[in-house]
Structures are given as structure tokens and as C-alpha cells.
T-cell receptor, first 112, second 111 residues
Framework: SQTIHQWPATLVQPVGSPLSLECTVE??????LYWYRQAAGRGLQLLFY??????ISSEVPQNLSASRPQDRQFILSSKKLLLSDSGFYLC???????????FGPGTRLTVL | AQKITQTQPGMFVQEKEAVTLDCTYD???????LFWYKQPSSGEMIFLIY??????QNATEGRYSLNFQKARKSANLVISASQLGDSAMYFC????????FGQGTELSVKP
């Protein structure tokens, strides 16, 4: 069966520090991969998605970036965090578009 | 552009009763998918049910059913026989290339 992992689970970082969140998927090949952010009490906002290694589409221009160095690995990064980057970050995978996405456990990021 | 509207910020239901969570959508695509997700307080997003735009039958998954009315562009979630563990945020979403979520409905099940 397929599983999706995210780490770390929680993170507290100072403003201006770098960020690296990792997501890995097991049990499937060539998945579509997604990064979402959820502000408190709000719906999810798609940040990036990837249909293959090295292929990244950005949905929201900001100080975040994403990379897919391996088929089942998706990384969310920032060189300098802002206060507004605080939130709950969720990684997801799907077999294809127009079908369900399966989410990881999430990373709760607090920028102070 | 696609849009999901969930007009019920919060809902209460008595344990063992059925509840309907509303969802309307807007899209110009002919082919799309509609989804419901559950998010308990732990934060994980749990996939519940899927309805394709060309599916003529309403989707069902155990106690969950999706009341799909294409002409009205609605995709309401019906939970039968509510349980205390159903208390959570529920999100409706539409997929037509990317997944767009509504703002969610917080469901509270009373014993």
C-alpha cells in the first residue's frame, strides 16, 4: 500500500532563517506531488505541484520554492522565512489529475 | 476559474442522525472531479469520497454519499448515522487540473 511521509511534524523558526520541508511517498511510481498551505481556520491553498522529476509548477508567487530531486521526493524550501509563512503545510500525491489526492500528516510551521 | 462554496461554517448533529453538508461549485470545464475530505483536529486530510462529472450515479462510500446535482452545480455530502468520531472540518474540493478547496464546514456531533 502507498504511504506518504512528511517531516518535521512541527517547526519553529525565526524570521529570515531558511526552510526545508521534506515529503516522500512509498509504494507508487511517478506520482503527481503537491504542496499546500493552510492558514488557521481556512481552506487549503495550492503552492506547487509536480508531474515528474525536475518538473515544478508554481501556483502562488512568493518566497518559497519546491524541488523534486527524486521520483518520490518533494521538497519545499525558502531562503528567508517571513512571518506570513507560518501555517500548516501539507504534501499530497495522486496517481493522476482528476482523481483523489492523498495527504501526508503535515508540518506545522511557526515563524517568530 | 474554478470555485467551491461551502456556506455552512458550522453544523451540529445529534449522534445517530443523518446530516447534509452543502457544497456548490463553479467551473467551465466539461470534465472535472468533486471530492470531500475530512480534517480532524490532528490536521491530517482524509479522503472520503469522489464523484466524476460524467458519473451518472451518486457516489457512495459506507456511511458517506455524495448528492450530485450537475445542473444545479451542487455536490452535497450526506453522512448517515453520525458518530462522535465524525466531529471534524469537512472540505469540498473540485479538480480540473488542480484541486481547489472550499473554506470548510465544522461538524460537531452531539452525544
Amino acid at each position: 500500500s502507498q504511504t506518504i511521509h512528511q517531516w518535521p511534524a512541527t517547526l519553529v523558526q525565526p524570521v529570515g532563517s531558511p526552510l526545508s520541508l521534506e515529503c516522500t511517498v512509498e509504494g507508487t511510481s511517478n506520482p503527481n506531488l503537491y504542496w499546500y498551505r493552510q492558514a488557521a481556520g481556512r481552506g487549503l491553498q495550492l503552492l506547487f505541484y509536480s508531474v515528474g522529476i525536475g518538473q515544478i509548477s508554481s501556483e502562488v508567487p512568493q518566497n518559497l520554492s519546491a524541488s523534486r530531486p527524486q521520483d518520490r521526493q518533494f521538497i519545499l524550501s525558502s531562503k528567508k522565512l517571513l512571518l506570513s509563512d507560518s501555517g500548516f503545510y501539507l504534501c499530497a500525491w495522486s496517481v493522476t489529475t482528476l482523481r483523489e489526492q492523498f495527504f501526508g500528516p503535515g508540518t506545522r510551521l511557526t515563524v517568530l | 476559474a474554478q470555485k467551491i462554496t461551502q456556506t455552512q461554517p458550522g453544523m451540529f448533529v445529534q449522534e445517530k442522525e443523518a446530516v447534509t453538508l452543502d457544497c456548490t461549485y463553479d467551473t467551465s470545464d466539461q470534465s472535472y472531479g468533486l471530492f470531500w475530505y475530512k480534517q480532524p483536529s490532528s490536521g491530517e486530510m482524509i479522503f472520503l469520497i469522489y464523484q466524476g462529472s460524467y458519473d451518472e450515479q451518486n457516489a457512495t462510500e459506507g456511511r458517506y454519499s455524495l448528492n450530485f446535482q450537475k445542473a444545479r452545480k451542487s455536490a452535497n455530502l450526506v453522512i448517515s448515522a453520525s458518530q462522535l468520531g465524525d466531529s471534524a472540518m469537512y472540505f469540498c474540493a473540485i479538480e480540473g487540473g488542480k484541486l481547489i478547496f472550499g473554506q470548510g464546514t465544522e461538524l460537531s456531533v452531539k452525544p
